[in-house]
């Protein structure tokens, strides 16, 4: 497993994609509060962590089954994703949940690519036979970029949510490596 991808976008910006250090964890909370504000893309209305909180769960995560990584464009933090152990139990081991946020300005330009497969390949290395994660069935970008990447619907939560007095199915999906 490589520890970052680097990449020169079409549009010509300059991208990293890699495991997110202490100090990343402001970038990473106000990449995070931005998309949350939007009310549309993710369950919080606000970074559910303070900056000093995230930097002490990047500084303290157990890196062998967990990772949080940042997606760095022309040296600025737009984005990130977190992939976390299905949980604590010996029978929750073997699948992990990946989450991907990124800002507005970041989007449609292919970053949401090198994350998902930066973390499908981390993933993979560690051994994982399934990544799991839920969408908002009203997120179709983000929808129609987990079946390229080989992610299948496994079930809908209908109206699990309400947002913007309209009720939204939440949509889980998985890949199996």
Not at 38 to 51: F, M, S
């Amino acid at each position: 497993m490589r520890r970052g991808y680097r990449a020169l976008l079409k549009d010509g910006g300059e991208l990293i994609i890699r495991p997110a250090i202490p100090s990343d964890a402001r970038g990473f909370v106000e990449t995070w509060e931005a998309v949350s504000r939007e009310g549309i893309y993710l369950i919080n209305e606000h970074a559910p962590r303070t900056v000093i909180e995230q930097e002490n769960i990047i500084r303290y995560l157990d890196t062998s089954r967990n990772i949080i990584v940042v997606a760095v464009l022309d040296n600025r933090i737009v984005g990130g994703m977190a992939i976390f152990v299905g949980g604590m139990s010996p029978k929750c081991q073997a699948f992990c949940n990946l989450g991907i946020h990124l800002v507005k300005s970041a989007r449609g330009r292919g970053i949401g690519s090198y994350l998902l497969a930066y973390g499908i390949e981390w993933a993979a290395s560690k051994g994982y036979h399934k990544i799991c994660l839920s969408v908002f069935s009203t997120n179709i970008n983000a929808i129609r970029l987990y079946k390229k990447y080989g992610f299948v619907e496994e079930g809908i939560r209908r109206e699990q949510y309400l947002i913007n007095n309209m009720w939204v199915d939440e949509i889980l999906m998985a890949r199996f490596l």
